[in-house]
């Protein structure tokens, strides 16, 4: 089922009535959402039952799209030797990626200083604050290296896909996959076929659900701006600046430079996908768009089965704005409690957080987990200062969700580039054209 070229037919798609437009419904949304919280705070509060429900319709579905893309990118490439190099060029990418996202973190926290002359007393935190996160991480941190390797392996296929731990369905999604490519014959054939049918029916179910993208996104706005305000974030605001800039250098820096040497234009590439981020900037959840974000991908002129391997790894291996997020959070944490640390000590940071970085999609309320995780790595560091960023993880979230999306999108173009996977006419074409929304593309992929 390829995509043909970009036609004429685009730009006149994007004559339909702009109420009609996702993106504009989305904007509407999120200004509602800041009215509707500084004008009425408890009722605004009591919305965050729209953002739950359609954060939780998207979650019902993300892992069994994981499992069908994933094996049916693997089955259908055909050559599992071409599996095998994209995935360890993918890789090869995210560890260079999250070292250097990692060490912006660091770098930008020394020379800014944000927690500089808070001077907080840790006597006087409450351990209490931080519920059930410190027990998580303790138990996340305390099997080490071996037990983060134990913990991709799922206890039943059935339990990872129950629990949605995304990380253990990836890995049965690979093993199912290539056993499936090996298998091959008829009856390999007709597997593949029902799998790719089932994606099918799955990605339609996520275009339904999206629909009311907007709703989520107002009940996600309306609860932050209800809940903490403005006022109450003054003596955080310099961490919560501070990161948005980090993102932001990394996005049109570092990841802006990279995509120039694959060929394409990083402004250009946003704007193509500019629905799907102001989705998950508003409701902080990059699972929100992951079927659309495959398509767009393909449209782009990335074939499938790179697409198909390569960003739902990435949603477990490439948090590159989360990476940012831990580094800049520890030493932040070790400024505000007056905590010296020594370059030992930041090797050690940059060490623990290579390996705990990996897998927290999956983990519940995975950014404030895994960072307690790393502050119980390092024994200089008071793991009760992880308190001091509890109230404003929701404001970090929607930038850490949108940076990850972003850096798994580029990851996608750039293995595909370097692959070969990459039909850059067609990209170029692609995205000198108005932005297509689903509707076209799921018009452009029927047979002519």
């Not at 200083?113 to 998580?136: E, R, V």
């Not at 009856?187 to 275009?207: C, N, P, R, T, Y």
């Not at 706005?221 to 003596?235: E, F, H, R, W």
């Not at 767009?296 to 997020?325: C, M, Q, R």
């Amino acid at each position: 089922m390829s995509i043909p070229a970009a036609s004429p037919a685009a730009p006149g798609k994007i004559s339909e009535p702009l109420y009609k437009s996702l993106f504009a419904q989305v904007v509407v949304a999120l200004v509602l959402g800041i009215v509707v919280g500084m004008a009425a705070p408890e009722f605004a509060i009591g919305l965050k039952v729209l953002s739950d429900a359609f954060l939780k319709l998207i979650s019902m579905i993300v892992a069994p799209i994981v499992f069908c893309v994933v094996v049916h990118g693997i089955a259908g490439a055909g050559d599992l030797k071409k599996v095998g190099r994209v995935g360890v060029k993918a890789l090869i990418y995210f560890e260079v990626m999250t070292t250097v996202a990692l060490a912006l973190g660091i770098v930008l926290a020394y020379l800014v200083g944000p927690g500089h002359g808070m001077h907080i007393d840790t006597a006087g935190l409450d351990p209490k604050a931080l519920g059930a996160y410190a027990d998580n991480a303790h138990k996340l941190q305390g099997g080490g290296l071996s037990g983060f390797l134990l913990n991709i392996i799922p206890t039943t296929s059935f339990d990872a896909l129950a629990r949605n731990d995304v990380l253990q369905v990836l890995f049965f999604a690979v093993l199912f996959g290539v056993s499936l490519a090996l298998f091959g014959g008829p009856q390999g054939q007709k597997v593949s076929d029902l799998i790719e049918a089932v994606s099918g029916v799955l990605f339609k179910a996520m275009g339904l659900i999206v629909r009311v993208a907007p709703l989520g996104v107002l009940g996600a706005v309306a609860y932050t701006v209800g809940k903490y305000g403005v006022g109450s974030l003054k003596q955080l605001v310099s961490l919560v600046a501070l990161y948005y800039l980090s993102v932001a250098l990394f996005v049109f820096v570092i990841l802006g430079g990279v995509m120039r040497l694959a060929g394409i234009n990083i402004f250009k590439f946003l704007a193509y996908l500019r629905e799907e981020l102001t989705i998950v900037l508003g409701t902080a959840s990059s699972d929100a768009v992951l079927p659309q974000i495959m398509r767009k991908l393909e449209y782009l002129g990335i074939k499938k089965s790179t697409v198909g391997l390569v960003v739902p790894t990435g949603y477990s291996f490439n948090l590159d704005a989360f990476s940012i997020y831990l580094t800049l959070a520890v030493v932040f944490i070790a400024q505000a409690t007056g905590t010296p640390l020594s370059l030992g000590d930041l090797l050690l940071v940059l060490g623990v957080s290579l390996v705990t970085s990996k897998g927290a999609h999956g983990v519940p309320g995975s950014a404030i987990v895994i960072l307690a995780a790393t502050l119980n790595a390092v024994p200089s560091i008071p793991a009760i200062g992880l308190v001091l960023v509890l109230s404003v993880d929701w404001f970090i979230g929607m930038a850490r969700a949108l940076g990850n999306l972003i850096g798994n999108c580029v990851a996608t173009v750039v293995v595909a580039a370097w692959e070969g996977d990459l039909d850059r006419a067609r990209a170029h074409e692609v995205l000198d054209s108005p932005p297509p929304d689903l509707a076209h593309i799921a018009a452009a992929e029927q047979p002519a």
